[in-house]
């Protein structure tokens, strides 16, 4: 069990998972809960603005994916993709400097998307219609210097049965 508050496991339409996070450790802790439960093939989309810690996210996610900490988990920034060996292949895909997605088409992202590793996409509007239909969105929301709301939202139904069994797992409030 990750010791981190959850606020909601919704019932609601679309169902989610809302967590409110008051340190980078929540955050952290966040990520690894959903890499441990990261399946081949699956596509994370991680909503935010600059700052919110999508980064910081992935490198919880790989960390739940036993992606060694002796390797450092950065922005693909200007590689636009980075790829670490734990459980699954994780790719992250940060978009923020794609102008358009034809720049995308002397690198392997569809490989990434739809292979058996997990991907994790920082910026996914840049994708636009290319975006997978079957994915996690994790919307992270700045809610003060440290703090954090993250809302994880599954599109799919073996997604949806997914983040059900998580919300059981996860110690409710605090």
């Known amino acids: ?16 998972l809302i967590i409110r996070c008051d340190s980078p450790e929540c955050s952290l802790q966040a990520g690894a809960a959903l890499g441990e439960r990261l399946e081949g093939g699956d596509v994370v989309a991680l909503w935010g603005e600059l700052g919110a810690g999508k980064t910081l996210f992935t490198r919880g996610v790989a960390r739940g994916l ?20 734990g459980r699954l292949p994780l790719y992250h895909l940060d978009l923020y400097r794609l ?29 636009g219609a290319e975006i997978p239909e079957e994915r996690w969105d994790v919307r992270i929301t700045i809610t ?3 703090s954090r709301v993250l809302i994880v939202e599954p599109h799919g139904d073996a997604r949806l049965r997914r983040l059900e069994a998580w919300g059981r797992d996860l110690p409710v409030g605090k």
């Open 66 to 85: 036993d992606v060694p900490e002796s390797i450092p988990v950065t922005s693909p920034t200007f590689t636009l993709i980075n790829e670490y060996e």
């Open 1 to 16: 069990m990750h010791p981190f508050p959850l606020d909601t496991v919704a019932a609601q339409d679309p169902p989610r």
């Open 144 to 146: 003060g210097d440290e």
């Open 99 to 127: 102008a358009d997605i034809e720049e995308l088409e002397d690198l392997p992202w569809r490989d990434v998307l739809f292979g058996r590793g997990a991907a994790l996409i920082e910026w996914p509007e840049r994708l």
